[in-house]
């Protein structure tokens, strides 16, 4: 398929029918509204599912319905609405269905604004509901890299039977940019008999299923809890993805950044690099599983002198950035949040401070 | 002679938890056969609620989802709207419901969700040990009315079957009891009623089924029978409040 001009959020709208997902429940929300604007119109087409939730709560619980019903099924909100969805994914996540999220995220707390930010991070990779339960984060720079994030998500969430978010900026969302949508994905979810409520009929077994999350004996949701364990441990062995800039000669710092705020971060090492400057960076493309290994090689690169963790957030990715470097370079924090996005000359301001 | 009465296939052997004069084990024995008669059970669903019936799977034999805590609509609408080919009942009582569930219930209910709702309504909250519920009768002592509700605090206690019956889209609403076999025949009735509205695609069907809760209440299964009929019965009327044009 030729390229197409598309604005992040119907980009991601369309990548998810084209992973086979036929099915949207969500709530308006700027600024990411103009999902369920595009499929509104583009569900029909496909003979797929739409509905307007009451609220971000209730949207939450269809989800879990339909996933614990075995079909494919996604929303998007952003922050507020997120948080509201929390319940509804820390059962999911229990009750171990798959279902995909999307976080296109404004400022916060509160109300906040609807600018951009990356002030969800805590949220999505350790505080998502109540419980021991994780979610598999993915964060994309681009709305080409949305459409592909989006794609991977559904296989994910079933191969682990967990929900998947996709945690996306404000402007990832409100941008248009060139985009190739990958091929329709040919994969169904498998093995859903063994555990999805789509009616005994259907099952060779002709055995019913159970989609829960309660256990009261402490036994088995300590057993549950261990089952989940297995299933984050193993996220963090085999789905790990990142990406490094500038990062194969010798650099005097490295810079942490994920999402809108990497991409002016790469401008801010071109444009140190043309003044004699070299700094790298890691671009974690998973925040959970988060890329500790190539965050840790990469500070312990003799010429390293800084890491720095530049977020659109007042610092909370900088937390898992420590955690990597294990105290063996000094770990700053540099961001703004509330939509004020860092400048390149900002960022250059504070690579020079640091390493001086 | 022949067996002439015997468990549906619909229900496990398992005991259930529900106390003495508790009226949830002849609700669900409505229900099975309902499932039953209409032969369904292989393409049915059901949602339990967070309350007494929390763990109703274990007593019906098929599919279930166990939702939040007044969350079974909106679980139920997700089911149904992606797999319109199955049945799909949600089983809620009064604090579910009509509490901190009156949301999801309103807006299933107006958007012609084509599911089944039975609502167990006992005017009391049974499982975390006999609170006041929205439906708690004036007067009437529970543990966060040990005075008795006082409706001028917190009003008076609400009529679910009226309130979702003045919507445009439901198909069926439909109050009945359970604590005489008089009343049990009628409430098979709308409960078969119900589901087969769902299976000719008529949208929304709710049986509200007013019911005893004897522990919470500190009476007798009898005294309870004996004031649900007087004192419950007299505020929440038995009947069909609204049916298909």
Request: aromatic residues 8%.
């Amino acid at each position: 398929m030729a390229k197409v001009l598309m604005k992040g959020n119907e980009a991601i709208g369309e990548a998810a029918i084209r992973a086979g997902c036929l099915n949207y429940f969500a709530y308006p929300i700027t600024p990411q509204s103009e999902v369920a604007e595009y499929l509104v119109r583009r569900m029909p087409e496909v003979g797929g599912v739409f509905l307007q939730g009451e609220s971000e709560v209730a949207v939450g619980y269809m989800i879990f319905g339909a996933a614990g019903a075995g079909e494919r099924v996604f929303t998007t909100s952003s922050s507020p609405g997120i948080s509201l969805m929390s319940e509804a994914i820390s059962y999911i996540a229990a009750a171990q269905c798959p279902a995909v999220f999307v976080n296109i995220m404004r400022g916060g707390p509160g109300l906040g604004g609807i600018l951009p930010s990356q002030a969800d991070y805590l949220q999505a990779t350790k505080g998502i509901g109540h419980g021991d339960c994780r979610l598999l984060v993915m964060a994309p720079a681009s709305v080409q890299e949305s459409v592909e994030m989006v794609m991977k998500a559904f296989p994910l969430a079933e191969k682990y039977r967990n929900p998947v978010m996709i945690l996306g900026d404000g402007l990832i969302g409100q941008m248009m940019e060139p985009v190739e949508f990958p091929d329709h994905l040919k994969s169904e979810p498998s093995n859903k008999d063994a555990w999805a409520t789509n009616g005994m009929d259907h099952r060779k077994s002709k055995t019913r299923n159970l989609v829960k999350s309660l256990f009261l004996d402490p036994v088995q949701l300590n057993d549950n809890n261990l089952a989940l364990k297995a299933k984050y441990d193993r996220m963090r062995a085999e789905e790990v993805m990142s990406e490094s800039y500038n990062t194969d000669g010798d650099y005097k710092a490295l810079i942490v950044s994920y999402g809108t705020m990497s991409r002016v971060c790469r401008t801010a090492i071109d444009m140190l690099k043309a003044e004699g400057i070299e700094v790298g960076m890691i671009r974690p493309q998973t925040v959970f599983p988060f890329p500790e290994k190539a965050v840790a090689e990469a500070a312990n690169k003799p010429s390293c002198t800084q890491v720095l963790s530049i977020e659109m957030s007042m610092g909370q990715m900088v937390e898992d950035v420590e955690r990597s470097v294990q105290g063996r370079v000094p770990v700053t924090w540099y961001g703004k949040c509330g939509g004020d996005i860092p400048t390149p000359e900002e960022v250059i301001d504070v690579v020079k401070q640091r390493i001086a | 002679m022949g067996k002439t009465f015997k468990k549906p296939e619909c229900l496990s052997d398992a005991h259930t938890h529900y106390c003495p004069g508790c009226t949830h084990g002849v609700i669900h024995r409505l229900v099975a056969e309902t499932i039953d008669e209409l032969g369904i059970r292989g393409r049915t669903v059901g949602i339990a609620p967070v309350g007494c019936a929390v763990l109703a799977y274990n007593y019906f034999n098929f599919d279930f989802q166990e939702a939040a805590h007044g969350r079974a609509p909106a679980m139920a609408t997700g089911i149904k709207r992606v797999r319109p080919d199955l049945m799909v009942f949600t089983y809620q009582g009064d604090g579910d419901l009509a509490s901190i569930g009156m949301g999801e219930i309103i807006h299933a209910a107006n958007r012609g969700e084509k599911f089944t709702t039975i609502f167990v309504n006992n005017a009391i909250y049974g499982m975390t040990g006999g609170q006041m519920a929205p439906t708690t009768m004036p007067g009437q002592r529970t543990s966060t009315s040990p005075f008795g509700r006082n409706v001028d605090e917190v009003g008076m206690p609400i009529k679910m079957a009226e309130l979702l019956a003045a919507l445009q889209t439901p198909a069926y609403i439909s109050r009945q009891t359970v604590i005489k076999p008089k009343y049990i025949t009628k409430a098979k009735k709308a409960i078969k009623q119900a589901f087969t509205y769902q299976l000719e695609n008529k949208c929304f069907s709710l049986v509200e089924l007013v019911s005893t809760c004897p522990t919470n209440w500190g009476m007798t299964p009898v005294q309870a029978v004996e004031w649900t009929e007087k004192t419950l019965l007299a505020y929440y009327q038995p009947g069909d409040y609204k049916v298909p044009a």
